[in-house]
């Protein structure tokens, strides 16, 4: 992306680095209860990925991994009456709780009628993205704002991981109205990771991503992104069908380049709330037709005689709306290319997938994040994360739930370790 700066997310060399006490401190235990389910299609039975999962009355949350599955740790002193759970096409669902633990719940959303009816466009389709950047100091927070998120990044080669890292961590945001990420800033609280000890695994390339996608992909704080006013005619617009999301009407508006430039753009689909004109999901992906532009894009370092082959990148961005202001919710990156060496005959498969989602937030915070102790642009998450994975190693602390492969992938890794 043009003007973004880097932000490194993994080495995939077979690192022997020791391991980093890690800033912050550990959670201030209290009680706290447990509620775990599944979200399903109330249509087909179907389990739902990415749905948002949040407490009423609070700022507590977190998503759906892609078994459908969630877990939300809730303090016993706060008084959750009811889980919501949203997700774009889908009504909004809500099941009340009692404040025990409980598992195996089951929420069930309705897909959402056909909005064509109801929405009246005006304009060119342009026209609704420009409005809508306007509205921002309007629609998003004017004060600081403090986020605690939860961060994994995993690295496959070809259908086996060869590499997970996690962690929790601290963002702080500056004003909505400045549109800058130039003082914002994350903070490492905890973390963990494992890598594969095969020596066929290593490879040292590092891409663009790591815990700062919580910054530079917030494509509506970070106009540089993907939402620069000024280069907007460097994309032609289309008006999609609309479709509820939080039970609200969204303007769907397409975008695809209508330029050539020196860097690589992007295509997808922004989602614009019909009343308010607040950006809520941003989907798109990165131009690939000139595999020159996508590489200088994500590739940050290779080595020398190293073929690399970008075949995708995608990105998901989500905001969540409390009290009338929207917040950075979740992000997904994910990335595909091939890797092979000159004079080889075969090549490799690796695919690069990293989330953050949002499971608190603090509003006008006095207290920024020290830049001693942030996350600097050039670090490799894999070089300062704690190499330790125990089942109570997150205790109080909200995280998307693995899937079923990724826990199979981590005890394989573990036995390899311990060996």
């Not at 602390?397 to 981590?410: C, D, G, K, Q």
């Amino acid at each position: 992306m043009k003007k973004c700066a880097p932000f490194i997310i993994a080495c995939l060399a077979l690192l022997t680095l020791p391991s980093v006490v890690l800033y912050g401190q550990e959670p201030v235990e209290e009680d706290y209860y447990t509620l775990s389910g599944v979200v399903r299609n109330k249509d087909n039975r179907r389990k739902l990925e990415n749905v948002s999962i949040s407490v009423s009355g609070s700022n507590i949350g977190t998503v759906t991994n892609a078994d459908g599955v969630f877990s939300l740790k809730i303090k016993k002193s706060f008084e959750a009456r009811e889980l919501k759970a949203s997700h774009v096409g889908f009504l909004n669902s809500q099941i009340p709780v009692d404040g025990q633990d409980t598992a195996e719940l089951t929420i069930y959303m309705i897909p959402a009628p056909n909005l064509l009816r109801e929405v009246v466009v005006y304009g060119d389709p342009r026209t609704i993205v420009e409005e809508a950047l306007k509205k921002i100091p309007e629609n998003y927070s004017v004060l600081p704002n403090m986020l605690t998120g939860f961060y994994r990044e995993t690295v496959r080669k070809g259908s086996r991981y060869i590499s997970v890292a996690e962690a929790v961590i601290d963002i702080y945001k500056t004003s909505y109205t400045e549109r800058t990420p130039d003082r914002d800033r994350v903070q490492i609280m905890r973390g963990r990771r494992l890598i594969s000890q095969k020596r066929s695994d290593t490879l040292a390339v590092k891409v663009i991503g790591g815990p700062n996608i919580s910054i530079y992909l917030d494509v509506v704080k970070n106009e540089y992104t993907l939402l620069d006013a000024e280069s907007l005619y460097q994309y032609e617009y289309k008006m999609e069908e609309p479709v509820a999301l939080d039970n609200r009407t969204q303007y769907v508006v397409s975008f695809r380049p209508a330029v050539i430039t020196p860097y690589a753009l992007n295509h997808g689909k922004f989602y614009i709330d019909y009343e308010t004109l607040t950006f809520t999901r941003a989907e798109f992906e990165m131009d690939m037709k000139d595999r020159l532009k996508a590489t200088a894009a994500i590739l940050h370092k290779k080595p020398l005689g190293l073929r690399f082959r970008p075949q995708e990148v995608s990105y998901l961005v989500t905001y969540k709306t409390v009290n009338g202001k929207s917040y950075l919710n979740y992000i997904r990156n994910e990335m595909r290319f091939r890797c092979d060496w000159k004079r080889r005959l075969f090549s490799s498969g690796y695919t690069v997938l990293t989330e953050m989602v949002v499971t608190d937030h603090h509003s006008d915070v006095q207290e920024k994040i020290a830049y001693r102790d942030a996350f600097k642009q050039r670090q490799v998450f894999y070089d300062i994360a704690n190499q330790y994975w125990d089942e109570d190693f997150w205790k109080a602390y909200n995280i998307i739930e693995p899937t079923e492969s990724l826990e199979h992938a981590v005890n394989r890794l573990k036995k390899a370790v311990q060996k």
